[in-house]
T-cell receptor, first 114, second 111 residues
Framework: EAEVAQSPRYKITEKSQAVAFWCDPI?????LYWYRQILGQGPELLVQ????????DSQLPKDRFSAERLKGVDSTLKIQPAELGDSAMYLC????????????FGAGSRLTVL | AQSVSQHNHHVILSEAASLELGCNYS??????LFWYVQYPGQHLQLLLK??????LVKGIKGFEAEFIKSKFSFNLRKPSVQWSDTAEYFC?????????FGTGTRLQVFP
């Protein structure tokens, strides 16, 4: 069964450092999502791509977070500088397109900021 | 604005007990509704979905959910839970191409 690949699975960093997460969606999926899940809460959408274009980044803290999907395939989410409150699970998901489609999630990247 | 509310944060049941998890959403337009589940140590995965038609939908592992439009609700049910149903359950309405998640309900089932 096709999967959404994410790396690294775990990342520990000190505050003010830069950190990056990578996601490879299911082949052929045009829509890619980055969610953040803080312990004890539901996932919160950070950014949504349709191919290489951002269609929703309203909840992305743009002063420190950036996301790109240059060729419309894999994607990178970067945080610089990391803050203590960024400790969370960062989930990537993909779907065939927007609309009434099911999202397939990756295993996530757990970030701990010390 | 779109929002979702899950009423139960933590539910503890014995095996064979019946389960109902509440979910209410707020959105003025057409909405698709999902329940996702996260088993310990595993990915978030789809449990069931409602797009249109019969408001009673069936998902994997004996779960079902009923869409009641007048109440803006999409409650999850299972007649008889098993120990293996121990997981976190998320209600997720999708409107205007944006999928949002509730805060989740942690279900613990004891043998």
């Amino acid at each position: 069964e096709a999967e959404v690949a994410q790396s690294p699975r775990y990342k520990i960093t000190e505050k003010s450092q830069a950190v990056a997460f990578w996601c490879d969606p299911i082949s052929g999926h045009a829509t890619l999502y980055w969610y953040r899940q803080i312990l004890g809460q539901g996932p919160e959408l950070l950014v949504q791509f349709q191919d290489e274009s951002v269609v929703d980044d309203s909840q992305l803290p743009k002063d420190r977070f950036s996301a790109e999907r240059l060729k419309g395939v894999d994607s990178t989410l970067k945080i610089q500088p990391a803050e203590l409150g960024d400790s969370a699970m960062y989930l990537c998901a993909s779907s065939h397109s927007t609309g009434a489609n099911v999202l397939t999630f990756g295993a996530g990247s757990r970030l701990t900021v010390l | 604005a779109q929002s979702v509310s899950q009423h139960n944060h933590h539910v503890i049941l014995s095996e064979a007990a019946s389960l109902e998890l509440g979910c209410n959403y707020s959105y003025g337009g057409t909405v698709n509704l999902f329940w996702y589940v996260q088993y310990p140590g595993q990915h978030l995965q789809l449990l069931l979905k409602y797009f249109s038609g019969d408001p009673l939908v069936k998902g994997i592992k004996g779960f079902e959910a009923e869409f009641i439009k007048s109440k803006f609700s999409f409650n999850l049910r299972k007649p008889s839970v098993q120990w293996s149903d121990t997981a976190e359950y998320f209600c997720a309405p999708r409107g205007a191409d944006k999928l949002i998640f509730g805060t989740g309900t942690r279900l613990q089932v004891f043998p």
